[in-house]
């Protein structure tokens, strides 16, 4: 007995629907690092046996051994953004029987021979956001597998990232149409090429309004101890600003909490809209307006890929470009939800 179609092969996913066990299960059964006295494991073996099951296997040089492992290029490890994106390339690697080895190259002095010593350890490699110079990622390639996360294109890659631009333009279009005049965006657009893609939404919903920009970004990290410097900087200045694009929601949490605690009114005096929808987000007062993207599926997505190309997938080059979400709450002056956050309002931004 064959697989799902008539004349195709069977899949570890249709061994795993037999036997009633995930996909991990079926490969840890297979290559027997499971108990052979189980009922799980004499299940699973019926199962391939019954549907003539084969696992597609990789031409190899003889010295060439398998390692059941994917690495992961991050810049850190800190912060929800981290933890969502990890959680899904963790999941979907643990249904094909694979686990990851993580590398953050915050404050490490040669990041390229940290990632080309990690690449000797693992059968393929996803490099997240601006880690590694695309020369570095390039060479990789010539070996293994690589997918990119949240960056532009590199020959030989799959990519795997979200959309940007066009949410942050509507974003701040948004603002505008609120009649906020003097915008300033808060985040380093040099630091990673998913935060250019948003400076750049900010510069084109300007551009379409026929307003200038008032200011150059304020150039600081992601993280919530900048987030509490740039608030400290509005009320010490005091400078003409009525309304703040975060290149992500751990900045506008930490200007809004601290603002409140000098008695700035959000959004009255001041509005404050985000980027990532964390939890924390629609629990604040007001409910912070923000972008929400898809940051499970892009590692879920990217861990598939790895996988396909493992498998055996000589495709060319994928981009893959997930949708993103404007979610609408009072920080930006919108009014609040009469009952409670689950009457957020989510809209959907159209892709040009």
């Known amino acids: 007995m064959s697989g799902s179609g008539a004349g195709e092969p069977a899949t570890i996913y249709d061994v795993a629907r037999r036997a009633g066990v995930s996909t991990a299960t079926v490969s840890r059964v297979l290559r027997g690092t499971t108990s052979n006295r189980t009922e799980t494991h004499a299940r699973v073996l019926a199962a391939a046996r019954d549907l003539a099951y084969r696992p597609v296997r990789r031409p190899r040089l003889v010295a060439d051994t398998r390692h059941e492992a994917f690495g992961v290029v991050v810049p850190e490890l800190e912060g929800p953004y981290y933890a969502a994106l990890v959680q899904g390339m963790e999941s979907a690697a643990a249904e094909g029987g694979q686990h990851l080895m993580l590398l953050a190259t915050h404050q490490r002095t040669d ?44 020959p030989g890659c799959d990519t795997v990232t979200a959309e940007c631009v066009d949410s942050a333009e509507a974003l701040t ?110 629990y604040m007062t007001p409910g912070l307006t923000t972008v929400r993207q898809p940051t499970r599926e892009l590692g879920r997505l990217a861990v598939s890929r790895l996988a396909a190309r493992l498998g055996g997938d000589a495709g060319a080059d994928q981009r893959h470009l997930l949708a993103s979400a404007l979610v609408l709450r009072a920080s930006c002056g919108c009014p609040p939800p009469a009952v409670s956050a689950a009457e957020d309002r989510s809209v959907r931004v159209r892709r040009r």
């Open 111 to 154: 990041v390229a021979q940290a990632v080309r010593d990690l690449a000797t350890s693992v059968d393929a490699l996803a490099v997240a956001q601006g880690t590694v110079p695309d020369s570095v990622v390039a060479s990789l390639t010539r070996k293994r597998p690589v997918v990119v996360v949240s960056r532009a294109p590199v």
């Open 173 to 282: 279009a948004h603002l505008l149409g609120h009649g906020r005049r003097h915008l300033v965006f808060v985040g380093d657009p040099d630091r990673a090429p998913d935060v250019a893609e948003r400076y750049t939404g900010f510069r084109h919903a300007h551009a379409a309004a026929g307003l200038p920009l008032r200011r150059p970004p304020l150039r600081v990290p992601l993280v919530e101890g900048a987030g509490i410097q740039v608030a400290e900087e509005i009320l010490r200045r005091r400078v003409k600003v009525d309304g703040l694009v975060c290149a992500n929601d751990e900045l506008a949490l930490a200007v809004m909490r601290r603002l409140a605690q000098s008695g700035v009114l959000v959004p009255d005096d001041l509005a404050v809209v985000g980027w990532d929808d964390v939890m924390t987000a629609r």
